[in-house]
């Protein structure tokens, strides 16, 4: 991640180690360390490095350690090989295990994250930075096992070559006009002198609109005002009505000891007025940085590595009151880490996006949602992949109300350049479709398809000529569906949308059942030569409790039937106990009894053959009576099948107007 889009470009950083010697190019690149020139003191580091007597092995390693914070902070691939440097030659703080894990973390190598964060916690089990890495490595797989279904893609529009482009913002809800950082030269006849943070120009703010076609126009300098001090601007936000721009302006003035500084802007007549200074801190060298306005304008959230923080860049918040900004506080370990969080901003709605590599992510920086509870506090929760991935991503906004807009992502970078890159959640579409037909499959028309969902949605569809329906569907919803149609028993069924990221149809068929002859009752099974119903009858007997609760207004009889071996008058005893069972079964499980008769009809009524028996048996064909008779002419495998036909269950309805 480029250090300079921090801003904080002139902090002194704190050496962390005594020199080896005297040497003036050591003694340079030390310098150039303590004051944030990163790139240029990673190359003096290099060519110090070279030069360095291999028997040395104490200030190799110290020089390996510093090239390698300087590369870190770059995030140049190099960093990991020279912090294996840095331990081959024996650099004696165990400081260097976490920050190689933090570097293989970033790179993608879980495992080999997971080996040097435990190191590190042998000599520091209490810290927070390397607990929370520790365990981010072991629940990467999980990210990337669950990825959200977000379209991203590279952006070449607002990308230059070999040049940052990071924190993009939309200047309205309309969404037309958009205003990015980038650290481009200006114009390529002009001159420009590279910052030694990053060896690029300083960053300034750039703006395109859409034109008329709906494409954007080439992006351009934004023109604030004329400058007689060099200033690196960038990471802007605006006001609601787009008129009101703050933005955070580093200083690159000699003998200055201010830090970065937040900014504002107004905008009339098409041009934006002198940038003012905005107060926050009484200390004036106290730097804030990333400003980020809220929807009502009376919150400012802002990024500050002010005293009494949680630890590296925190999330400040102030208060607009009588025009000035007060009631400054720290937003807490609520939002704030041992690590850095930065490049807040809102979203139409009040929610608060930032980007931290303290709270559990990918590695890098990760982009956090946060939604205020009603309750009070604050949800934060990781955006996930592909928003996410293991290099630095950040500086994320929205267009309008759309859920789509852009962010900043180094990923693919080996020189850790950031690129915009725009996502888009697709719209989904949800479809309920199927066919409505009758035992014989023949279509329903006109039959009636009622949906009730438990987002209170009440609809209902009328099957076609051929018996089909289709129903246009929400996601995350729970499904009812009833089927009725007149002269047939109504069916219901469910559908569920709940956890779908894709698109899809639904498919549900329905077979209704006429109520104007008897219906066999599937997989009823009992003891041999008694009434007592066996386990394997359960779902049968479950299917015919759904009907009864499906249908409240009608009420049947139960027949069970056997085959014409043995006494008749012990067959219809028996089938009667039988048909006497399942009722029984059917009052346990809450049928009102006066809904329900029996009767045991035993061989007296041979089974009709259907046209679903018929093609199942080709010695039976449509309307043959299975009687006695009939079963005596058949071979005796085939007997056996006839007499398993006739062992049956059945119910017809009686009534359709109870209560």
Known sequence: MKYSKFLFLVLAVSFLFQGCGPAARLKKADKKYEIGEYYAAADLYKRLFSVIPSKNKELRARVSFNMAECYRILNFSTAEQNYINAMRYGYPDSIVFLRYAQVLHRNGKYKEAEKNYALYLNKDSKNALANNGLMSSKIAETFKKQPTAYIVKLYEAFNFRRSHSFSPFFQNMDGDVFFFTTDRAANKKTKQKNTGITGLPVSSIYTTRKNAAGKWEKPAPLPIENKTVITEDGVTSFTSDGNTMYFTRSRQQANSDSGTEIFVSNRAGGTWSEAKKVSIFKDSTVSVAHPAISPDGLTLIFVSDAKNGVGGKDLWEAKSVGGEWKEIRNLGKEFNTEGDEMFPSFRYDGSLYFASNGLLGLGGLDIFKAIEQKGGGWKVENMGMPINSNFDDFGITFEGKAEKGFFT?????????????????????????????????????????????????????????????????????????????????????????????????????????????????????????????????????????????????????????????????????????????????????????????????????????????????????????????????????????????NRRTEFRVIKTNYK
Not at 591 to 608: A, D, H, Y
């Open 409 to 645: 992502s180094n990923r693919k970078e080996a020189r850790g350049y950031d690129m915009i890159y725009s996502f888009e959640m697709p719209v989904f579409e949800y479809v309920l479709e199927g066919k409505v037909t009758d035992e014989k499959q023949t279509p329903v028309a006109d039959a009636i398809v009622r949906l009730v969902s438990n987002t209170g949605i009440n609809t209902k569809v009328q099957t076609k000529k051929d018996g089909t329906y289709r129903i246009r569907i929400d996601k995350d919803m729970e499904c009812v569906l009833m089927t009725s149609s007149r002269g047939y028993l109504n069916k219901s069924g469910r559908i569920s949308t709940v956890g779908a990221k894709q698109s899809k149809v639904f498919t549900q068929n329905f077979m209704l059942t006429t109520i104007y002859k008897p219906i066999q009752i599937e997989n009823i099974f009992y003891e041999f030569g008694k009434w007592d119903l066996t386990p394997a009858s359960e779902n049968g007997l479950q299917a015919l409790v759904k009907i009864l609760t499906d249908n409240p207004n009608i009420t049947i009889e139960i027949s069970a039937h056997t085959d014409f071996v043995g006494n008749n008058e012990s067959n219809r005893e028996l089938s009667a106990k039988r048909a006497q069972s399942v009722v029984d079964y059917l009052i346990q499980s809450g049928i009102v009894q006066n809904r329900l008769t029996s009767v045991g009809s035993g061989e007296e009524t041979p089974f009709v053959v259907d046209a679903a028996i018929a093609g199942k048996y080709d010695f039976l064909k449509e309307n043959d009576v299975l009687s006695e008779e009939f079963i005596l002419k058949l071979t005796p495998a085939q007997q056996d099948q006839a007499n398993q036909i």
